[in-house]
């Protein structure tokens, strides 16, 4: 940590991997829906996108437990009295160090409703151009069902979603908090000391292996549809 004037600190609180994957993760969620309202054979960008998003999806699942201190599931959970603290406007410097109290449950939300568009995707077929890899392991009604979730519910929770986020980061950058600066630097100015994320070589290289691990059961995943047409 280190002091940038005499009243903040500044703090290593988004390790250079949570960053990464947020700023991947918001280009493809463009990238699909893009590729989702085109059609025809855009709809092969949007399966490989898809297969993107799936890697992304278990590389932050995989982060989330053994990720930097701020990064990690055990800090996503915000405990009911940092709620209420913040819901009375008198949160600690440690409960809105990361995400507060708020931000959290609306991460752990997007986190949920992005598997389930995934995990659709890879059940739907829109008998045109477009089949997922898992299709032919379950039932035609459980097809229906999943492209239809996929094709409405499921994307307008995400568009909910995304517009509550941005309106958030708004808010709060009017507010004087500068959150997209962080999601780049990955340093919080901070009045008061909190325990950094550790965010080394070392664990960049850990999150490089994890990466490749994500990418591989993506690519196996994708590879079970693959071979269905052989």
Known sequence: MT???????SVRIWD??????????????VALVVTAKLGGNAMNWHLILGQVVLALLIFRVLWGLVGGYWSRFGRLLPSPAAVGRYLRGNASVQDRAGHNPLGTLSVLAMLLVLIAQV?????SDDEIAFSGPLTRFVSGETVSTATSYHAHWGQYLIYVLVGLHVLAVAWYSLRGHKLVPAMISGDKQLEAP???SQDTAGTRVMAAVLAVVASGIAWWVHQLGQSAAF
């Open 3 to 9: 002091s940038t004037n005499p009243t903040h600190l």
């Open 119 to 123: 995990v659709s995707g890879m059940l």
């Open 194 to 196: 909190v325990p950094p």
């Open 16 to 29: 250079l991997p949570t960053r990464l994957f947020h700023w991947l993760l918001v280009i493809s969620i």
